[in-house]
């Protein structure tokens, strides 16, 4: 697989305050990741995605070292759109993301913007709300949808630029479980079948880490652990670094303990399933 | 009691909602011209009387009933004081319908015309694409604020704020608890919404292309003839040039 993204020794302190959000963060992001980005609150997770949606440095003013680079641009040396049509963010509440009076014209919104011609911005505009599922929010006012439908617009509206890499941050904390799923269900068919990397930061590792192909823990500016999921999940207990435990792997990992068994790390309560009968099978 | 809701936009599928803006705002203007010309009594009843086709071909009656109940106090004062002053009660009733044709013109404009269609107008006029921005974005967040604002006095009356009790100047200064975060929430939105804007290349083309498109159309050109015959014919009469028989 391709690099898409890399940052290197990026370190990054706010104007006004003393310490340094990101602190020497070294990452490669490769096409077609799925990446969970977690840690607690304040560890620089949204300074990150900031960084690589190029809001840092041309946003929001402070001190800047190191580099990223995005499809083999160097971020800090673009305009904000430049990087933004290549690398979109979506944001944790989704009413501070939606301008408009029509979904049609949220998802045209960023389009507009680039001043791609109508045609085919209403080409592009079609194939987003038919592949995404949103032909009965079409006409809707975007103020007045559901959280979740407001997410999955503000996706939309995001993928209509057609970008390499979606950015999320913290995406669900403002919805209800159940259209957390749906809208988790969208990321993953933007990932799966259309090939978008995702680079997500979020709290709910129970949902999200059977979707996921890499996990990044981050404190205190720095990125503490890297790599597959499940290796990481195999090898460490989150907890200590302040992330909560997912619950399935953390089941199998107890049972094993206290009964002496060798389960395999499962992410879903299906596979836990299966790996506990194959475990019994083979012991019996 | 003012509730918002009566005067705002909603999507509806008619003739005059898929009018071009420019023409409706032409024929409210024009309206808005001829009732403060005029003082006559028939003739504002007769121009009255038009101004009900679009309400009832726009199916917005009930909104503009609605819009006209919360006005009743401004109407029945007009009418007192008007009379109190000329102890005419023609006179009075006239400046009644002249207050009412003000009102429904222009809510036949605004509860069939979407704010986007509006900025799309001003943008046609080479007005700059920020300030048309700007246009819908402070549209757009007013019933955003309203839920904030009401979630504060919420939250301050459950910590004990008194937003009913006293005389006005203590009723007034009550609400600072209210304004403050108020203002501080509207000014987190705004930084919010500005780097979401960002994120959705904003400021990529000086001349951004847009989605919707305006055109004029054969209503349009129908109801810019009639609205300008009517206009000429109510002042013709207005200055006494023709006669128009009116019972």
Known sequence: MSELISIENLSFRYVDTDFYSLNNVNLKINKGDFVLLCGPSGCGKTTLLRAINGLIPNYYQGEYKGKVIIENKEVSKHKTYEIAKIAGLVFQDPENQLFTSSVEKEIAFGLENLAIPRDEMRRIVNETIRVLNLENLRYKVPAFLSGGEQQKVAIAAIYAMRPKVLLLDEPLSNLDPYSAISVIELIYKLNKELGLTILIAEHRLDWLIPFSNRIVIMNEGRILIEGETRSILEKFDLEQFDVNDPKIPTLAKRINKIFNLRIKISLTVDEFVDNFKKELNDRI | ?247
């Not at chain 2, 809701?5 to 203007?29: G, M």
């Not at chain 2, 504002?44 to 609605?66: A, E, M, N, R, S």
């Not at chain 2, 006005?168 to 919404?193: D, E």
């Not at chain 2, 989605?211 to 015959?229: N, P, Q, W």
């Open chain 2, 1 to 247: 009691m003012l509730r918002p809701e009566n005067f705002i936009y909603r999507p509806k599928d008619t003739v005059i909602h898929r009018l071009d803006p420019r023409s409706k705002f032409y024929y409210a203007f024009l309206m808005l011209v001829l009732a403060i010309l005029t003082i006559d009594f028939n003739l504002l009843l007769l121009l009255l009387l038009f101004t009900l086709f679009p309400i009832l071909l726009g199916k917005i009656l009930k909104q503009v009933l609605k819009a006209i109940q919360s006005s009743l106090f401004f109407l029945a004062l007009i009418f007192i004081i008007n009379f109190i002053f000329s102890l005419n009660v023609i006179l009075a009733l006239a400046l009644v319908i002249r207050f009412l044709i003000l009102i429904i013109s222009f809510l036949a404009f605004s509860l069939t015309t979407s704010i986007d269609d509006i900025a799309l107008s001003f943008y046609k006029l080479r007005f700059p694409y920020d300030f048309v921005l700007a246009l819908t974005l402070a549209y757009r967040f007013i019933p955003t604020l309203f839920k904030d604002a009401v979630n504060i006095v919420d939250a301050q009356r459950s910590r004990g704020l008194e937003t009913q009790k006293g005389n006005l100047i203590k009723r007034v200064k009550n609400f600072m608890p209210v304004i403050i975060p108020l203002l501080v929430v509207a000014i987190r939105r705004a930084l919010n919404v500005a780097e979401a804007m960002e994120s959705r290349c904003f400021g990529a083309s000086k001349r951004p292309t847009n989605y919707y498109e305006l055109k004029i159309k054969f209503g349009d050109i129908l109801l810019f003839v009639a609205s300008t015959i009517l206009f000429i014919i109510v002042l013709a009469e207005i200055l006494g040039l023709v006669k128009i028989a009116i019972v």
